[in-house]
């Protein structure tokens, strides 16, 4: 199965300090797993990884995700936007705003598991 990059966006309204952007990539050129992280307004901190068991789960369980498309969530302006998506062109995006639909389970063992890889990275 092809690994797809996957992106996870965090937009914070009138809080730049909580954004969060984070790539996951297999680089078949590189051969290697690239991590990218931007918190707020600091600089991008990439990493590349030879081998990475954690990344390669995220990257196969993202392509083979299965989730209803239609959900039911709450809506909003002010407060805190979620993006996620998976590749590049072709691409799939899924967005919430708040909660994620509960019909996303799936989808939410992957956020929370990118959410640690942030933490360890910090």
Not at 46 to 66: G, M, V
Not at 72 to 81: C, E, I, R, S, T
Not at 102 to 112: G, R
Request: no cysteine.
């Amino acid at each position: 199965m092809k690994r797809p990059s996957v992106t996870y966006d965090v937009e914070a309204s009138f809080d730049e300090d909580q954004r969060l952007h984070v790539e996951i990539a297999w680089h078949d050129s590189r051969n290697q797993f690239m991590l990218d992280i931007k918190r707020g307004t600091e600089r991008n901190r990439r990493r590349w990884f030879d081998e990475n068991p954690e990344l390669d789960t995220i990257l196969r369980d993202s392509a083979s995700l299965q989730i209803p498309l239609g959900a039911d969530g709450p809506m909003g302006l002010d407060g805190v936007g979620f993006t996620f998506k998976i590749g590049h062109v072709p691409a799939v995006t899924f967005s919430w705003w708040m909660e994620m639909p509960k019909d996303w389970a799936p989808l939410q063992n992957i956020v929370d598991r990118i959410n640690r890889l942030v933490e360890q990275e910090a």
